[in-house]
């Protein structure tokens, strides 16, 4: 039997260049990190951003982020984890199929929301508007932020260290609000991101259409006649209707939805790349929008559904009890530590001497977990709270 030969990162960057599509980002054309290191032998540079993605504290604090349930209401509702790899996979699935580079879409997508605070949207928006005037608070700028400043793997300087392309593409993933503070300086507001972003961005509004809607109809909120009333609820529950018989379940139907929507995105991009005579990066990078997407019928078909997400799911009432709930929670946080900094630990007043109070009081709410924000609420303000 011959002899293993383990394919190092130079055989495995061939293999990029080999088999990836011409307007796919390669490992081995990387702007490379802010400070310069040396490469892995067996790991090209975005799987090994991925894997000091993985190994942060910020991922692992993603278990106990809430997605839309809070996780006191059940084992079984998606978290901010469980969503991530919902997103990672759906992901890598698209990709393989365009010929990007699944390293950077799964990397991206395992960082997408590292900057979420704690109870989901609801904590996200009381920190909005707890930083008005104080430079503002956006999930994205903040996952940055946590890989750029917040966490630590080597005590010589902050910051994982990731790659120029990691990097830019968790800030410009989702499409930046007008109005919006300015991109940091070495990202060119001009240029388009790489597919690989855009693919996790729509990889995201895959995976929480399909799993907000599975986990709303779980809880009660949202009745199956409901999703029978709209298109895609429709076209999932025929496709799953010809694997498993009449009256499918539940589990079947969303994996049919995800399946509807991931094969239109694969075959919607690649008509929408072929069309546009995109041959490279630079080609993406200028070109004057966005290049994956959906097609126009399920472009709308998802719209639809996002509406009745909102209308029937988001806001109902008791998700917003819990809503309301969260943001006192976050605000209350917030405002105890900036009104008194010296109840903030330590290694935290240290980083508001260097960042300015507001910031860093942010930065250590938003990457609470649920439980321990409510801890800490208690700790603050139930008077036999140990502190």
Not at 229 to 236: D, K
Request: hydrophobic share 40%; aromatic share 6%.
């Amino acid at each position: 039997m011959p002899p293993v030969i383990p394919l190092g990162r130079e055989a495995l960057e061939d293999r990029e260049a080999r088999d990836l599509a011409p307007f796919a980002a390669r490992s081995r054309d990387s702007r490379g990190r802010a400070r310069p290191e040396p490469d892995h032998p067996y790991r090209p540079r975005f799987a090994r951003d991925r894997d000091r993605i993985v190994h942060s504290t910020a991922f692992r604090r993603l278990e106990s982020k809430t997605q839309v349930f809070i996780i006191d209401e059940g084992d079984h509702y998606r978290t901010r984890l469980t969503h991530t790899l919902e997103v990672a996979q759906v992901g890598r699935t698209a990709a393989r199929a365009l010929g990007l580079n699944e390293d950077l879409v799964e990397a991206v997508a395992l960082a997408h929301d590292l900057g979420h605070a704690p109870f989901g949207h609801a904590g996200s928006e009381a920190l909005e508007e707890c930083l008005r005037g104080h430079g503002g608070f956006e999930h994205n700028r903040q996952s940055l932020r946590v890989v750029d400043l917040l966490e630590r793997r080597d005590p010589r300087y902050r910051g994982l260290n990731l790659t120029f392309e990691v990097r830019e593409s968790i800030l410009k993933k989702k499409p930046a609000p007008a109005g919006g503070t300015p991109l940091p300086q070495d990202f060119d507001p001009r240029a388009a991101p790489l597919l690989e972003a855009q693919l996790v961005d729509l990889a995201d509004e895959v995976a929480y259409l399909a799993h907000d809607l599975d986990d709303a109809v779980r809880s009660g909120i949202l009745p199956d006649r409901a999703v029978r009333e709209l298109e895609l609820g429709r076209r999932a529950e025929h496709l799953a209707g010809e694997r498993h018989g009449d009256d499918p379940p539940r589990r079947a139907r969303v994996s049919a939805l995800i399946e509807l929507l991931v094969t239109d995105l694969v075959e919607a991009t690649a008509a929408r790349l072929a069309r546009e005579r995109v041959r490279s990066t630079a080609d993406v990078r200028a070109f004057g929008g966005r290049l994956v997407g959906f097609s126009g019928d399920v472009a709308r078909a998802a719209a639809e559904l996002k509406e009745r997400l909102f209308e029937s799911v988001y806001r109902h009432w008791r998700v917003m009890r819990m809503w309301r709930k969260a943001k006192r929670f976050v605000t209350a946080l917030f405002t105890a530590h900036v009104e008194a900094p010296d109840t903030l630990p330590p290694e935290w007043r240290r980083w508001a001497d260097e960042c300015g109070l507001e910031r860093a009081v942010c930065d250590y709410v938003a990457g609470m977990t649920d439980r321990f924000a409510q801890q800490e609420f208690e700790r603050l303000f139930h008077p036999f709270e140990k502190p």
